[in-house]
C-alpha cells in the first residue's frame, strides 16, 4: 500500500471551472423548478436530483477553501454556493407548500413513493412553519443577513494572528500548543496569547454572535416557537425528553468526572490550574507516530473487526481521499466531506504525528464508513442529523484507542487512557457545557444585545457548575473560537456530539460483545439513519427506551470505566 498519499486528489473530481459551470446551470434549474408547475411526483424526482448536486458541489467548493484559505477565486465560489444553497432552500419550501396542499387522496396515493418518511417529515414539518411566501422571504434576507454573518466570522478568526514564540500564529495553531504543548510553560504562553488576542477582539466577535443569534430568535419569533430547542430536535430527529434524560444521566457522575481532573492535577504537582492544565495530558508518549504507523494501527483494527471495513479503509487510503500534510494556508480543524454523485467522500485534518492525530484520523474515516453505507440510497434518504452522523466517527475513535491502550505498558497506556478519557469527558462535560451555556445566551438575546462581558461571565458560570472548584476561571474566550456557535445550517450544533457519543458507546459495547453485530446492528443503524429517528433506532437496534435515564447511564459504563482504571493505576504514584 503507497503511503505517500497524505495530500488529498482533490482536482481529480472536478476542475474549478467545472465547478463554477455547475453552479450557474444549477441556479438555472432551481429557478425552473420554483416556476414550472409539473405533476407533483415529477417534482419530487427533480428536487431530488437538485438536492444531490447541489450538496456535492457545496462540500466541494468546502474542500477547495479548507486546503488553501487564501485562494481568492474559491471565496468567490463559496459566495455563490451561499446563494445556491438559499436558493435550494426556496425550491424545498415551494414543493412542501404543495405537500401541505395536497388532498387527502393525493397524499394517500404519493406514500407508495420509496421516499415516504421523508414526504412524512416534511409535511409535519411544514405544519410548523409560515406561509411559503413569508419563509422564502426569510430565506432570501438570510444570504447577505444570517449567513454572511457566518461568512464573516469565519474570514475574522482565519485571519486572526497570534503573537507566539517569535511567530504569527492562527488561533487553531495557538490552541494546539495550549493544550498539546512540551511544558507547561509552553502551555501558559500560548494560553496568555489567545487570551490577550481574543481580549482585544471580543467586541467584535461578540456582535457578530449577537446578530446570528437575534436572526434566529426573529425567525422562531415569527414561528410562534416558544421552545428554543424546536430546530435543534427537528434537525436531529430527536425528542427533548431524550436529550434531557441524556443530560441527567451525565450530571449525576460530576463527582467523578471532577475525582479525575483532581488527580490529573496531583500528578502533575499543580496547585494553582488553569484551563489549559486539565486538557494536557499527564502522561505522554515520546513516540511521533508517522502517517504511514497510523494507516496501519487503524488498518490492523479495521480488519480485525470486519474484512469490508478494512477493504473501505485501504480504498480510502490509497486513492488519495484524505488531507493529511501539514501545511501553511491550510484551514484549521478536521471535516469528513460527502460526494454523493460521484459516490465518494474526502477527510479533511492537518496530521501532526501524534497519536490523538490517529484518533482523529480513524473518526474521520468512520464518517466516511457511514457514507458509504448510504450512498447507493436515494438521497432523500441519505440525509442525517449530526447526532447520528457521529457515532459511526465516534465508535472508530474508541476502536482504535482501546486497541492502542490494550498494546501499550506503563506511561504509554497512561498517555492513552487519558487521551480516551479526556475524548469522552469533551462530549459529556465540555460539550453539556457550551449548550446550557447557548442557550443562556439565547435567553438574554430576547431582550436585547448581550455584551462581550456577559457573555464571558455566562461561560465561566457554566464551566464552574462542571469544574467545581477546581479552576478559578475557565477558558473565558471559548465563546470566540468555538465555530459551532457561529453555524447558521445547524441550531445548537454542540449537544449532537454528546448524542452520538453515547449511541456509539452502546454500539461500541454491543459489538464488542460479538463482532457479528456489527453486520447485524451496527451497519443496519447506520444504513436507516436517513430514514428514522434516533427513539425509533434506539428502540429497534439497541433495545433502548429514549427517556430512560438508566439507557443514557449504561451508556457512559466506557468512560465511567475507563476513569476507574486510570484511578486505581496511579493510586500508587500520589502521596
Known sequence: MSTMTSRWQLNASYTTEEVKQKLEMLQQELDRFKTV???????LVTLEQLMCQVEELSDFVYCLYAEDVSRQEVLDLLEQTDTLQA????????FEERLRTLSNDEWTALQHEA???YLTERRATMERRLPAEQEQLIQALAVDGFSAWEQLYEQRLIRLR???????VTIGQAWHQAVHGTTRIDR???????????AAE????????NRIAGFRLQVYAKRGWDDLLTELCEQNRIKRPTIEAMLTAIDQHRPLFQSYYKRKLRLAQITEPEWHDLEANTFKSDRAVSYATAQTIILKQFKDLHPRLATFTKHVFEAGWVDAENRPNKAEGGFCASFPVLKESRIFMTYRETYQDVVTLAHEIGHAYHNSLMHDLPFLEQIKGTSIAETASTFMENLVLDAVIEQSAGEEKLAMLETKINEGLKYVGTVPNMFRFEQRIYSER??????????AALMREEEAGFYGDLLDEAAPFKWIYVSHFYDTGKAFYNIPYTIGYLLSNQLYSTVKQSKAAFSDQFEPLLRASGRSSIEALMEQYLDGEPDSVAFWQEALEPLLSAIELYLQETAGLVD
Request: glycine share 6%.
Open 202 to 209: 471580543q467586541d467584535d466577535f461578540a456582535m457578530i454572535l
Open 188 to 198: 501558559q504562553t500560548a494560553a496568555a496569547a489567545i487570551a490577550t488576542t481574543c
Open 37 to 43: 408547475q409539473a405533476p407533483i411526483r415529477s417534482q
Open 446 to 455: 430576547k431582550q436585547g444585545p448581550v455584551s462581550s462581558a456577559r457573555i
Open 87 to 94: 436558493s435550494l432552500q426556496t425550491g424545498e419550501t415551494f
Open 115 to 117: 421516499t415516504s418518511y
Open 162 to 168: 497570534l503573537p507566539l514564540n517569535g511567530a504569527a
